[in-house]
T-cell receptor
Framework: ETGVTQTPRHLVMGMTNKKSLKCEQH?????MYWYKQSAKKPLELMFV???????ENNSVPSRFSPECPNSSHLFLHLHTLQPEDSALYLC???????????????FGDGTRLSIL | GEDVEQSLFLSVREGDSSVINCTYT??????LYWYKQEPGAGLQLLTY?????DMKQDQRLTVLLNKKDKHLSLRIADTQTGDSAIYFC????????????FGTGTLLAVQP
């Protein structure tokens, strides 16, 4: 139990579908992150939210749309995805940074996404 | 540029020590992390070291940092079969966002 819960664990969708990934953290953190993990590639940071405000968008295509309604919840809305978007999508959370320096990130178990 | 490199694979016998190595390029790194990923799971934070430290020990884990050579290592004493997993090194970059740069991971296989 990492304190970061992701649902669903597995998702299969067609290229024309719309679906959402959900992440919830119970660690009292104020920052949340989306990462993409593909085979044989380093973990790729997608989005960062700090106190519900997006602070980083790492040139992610617009077919991925994040939403952070509060510091405990993070969503990734998906529409018209491509086969190359098949990957493990990981959510993480941390304390906010800044004056306290960088903060360790704690990860969920991920959503395995397959695009048909 | 920002780059983190690790060897792809390490095989050890149960009871031996394992040493996983990592090199990084950004000299402004503040913290360096080791994460463990078991099959079907996310990344578990194992330990981390601040860039002004040389060594950190936590039970069976010892982290060594050579800042001059930008080299980080993770030593696992008395390696067990449950230690079989992929181990990721990551550096945090000083700046406005709590950004981590990950290596591609080292697969540790522990033979009984």
């Amino acid at each position: 139990e990492t304190g970061v819960t992701q649902t669903p664990r597995h998702l299969v969708m067609g290229m024309t579908n719309k679906k959402s990934l959900k992440c919830e953290q119970h660690l009292g953190h104020n920052a949340m992150y989306w990462y993409k993990q593909s085979a044989k590639k380093p973990l790729e940071l997608m989005f960062v939210y700090n106190f519900k405000e997006q602070t980083e968008n790492n040139s992610v295509p617009s077919r991925f749309s994040p939403e952070c309604p509060n510091s405990s919840h993070l969503f990734l809305h998906l529409h018209t995805l491509q086969p190359e978007d098949s990957a493990l999508y990981l959510c993480a959370s941390s304390q906010s940074w800044g004056g306290q320096g960088n903060q360790p990130q704690h990860f969920g178990d991920g959503t395995r996404l397959s695009i048909l | 540029g920002e780059d983190v490199e690790q060897s792809l694979f390490l095989s050890v016998r149960e009871g031996d020590s394992s040493v996983i190595n990592c090199t990084y390029t950004d000299s402004s790194s503040t913290y360096l992390y080791w994460y463990k990923q078991e099959p079907g799971a996310g990344l578990q934070l194992l330990t981390y070291i601040f860039s002004n430290m040389d060594m950190k020990q936590d039970q069976r884990l010892t982290v060594l940092l050579n800042k001059k050579d930008k080299h980080l290592s993770l030593r696992i004493a008395d390696t067990q079969t449950g230690d079989s997993a992929i181990y990721f090194c990551a550096e945090s970059i000083r700046g406005a966002t709590n950004k981590l740069i990950f290596g591609t991971g080292t697969l540790l296989a522990v033979q009984p």
